[in-house]
């Protein structure tokens, strides 16, 4: 049984910084391209990085370029996100997603975990 279990989540002020991490179980991890998704209230959920299987491709949505940096650890079977100089509109849950390629389309991922909230405040 596949298991995704997103944490690091929480409350920040803007500028600040957060790590989210998410620890994979049931998989076979380093054969999977791994993502982050987010979901704010009232909005769809939309890409925010993806990093292929073997940790040499990446690839961030534009509203995070230069912010959020994500990286995994196949032995560890982790990614994480790094989150940056955060602002109000991030504000979202987070989700990781697994798929064997690194697609930017959320319904490409075959499995996901429960999320984790960020809040950044004004």
């Known amino acids: 049984q596949v298991q995704l279990v997103e944490s690091g989540g929480g409350l920040v002020q803007a500028g600040g910084s957060l790590r989210l991490s998410c620890a994979a179980s049931?998989?076979?991890?380093?054969?999977?391209?791994m993502a982050w998704f987010r979901q704010a209230p009232g909005k769809e959920r939309g890409f925010v990085a993806a990093?292929?299987?073997?940790?040499?491709?990446?690839n961030h949505a534009d509203s995070v370029k230069g912010r959020f940096t994500i990286s995994r650890d196949n032995a560890k079977m982790t990614v994480s996100l790094q989150m940056n100089s955060l602002k109000p509109e991030d504000t979202a849950v987070y989700y990781c997603?697994?798929?064997?390629?690194?697609?930017?389309?959320?319904?490409?991922?075959?499995?996901w975990g429960q999320g984790t909230q960020v809040t950044v405040s004004s």
């Open positions: 049931g998989l076979t991890f380093s054969s999977y391209a």
């Open positions: 997603a697994a798929a064997r390629y690194a697609y930017t389309m959320g319904s490409r991922y075959n499995y």
């Open positions: 990093i292929d299987w073997s940790g040499r491709m990446t």
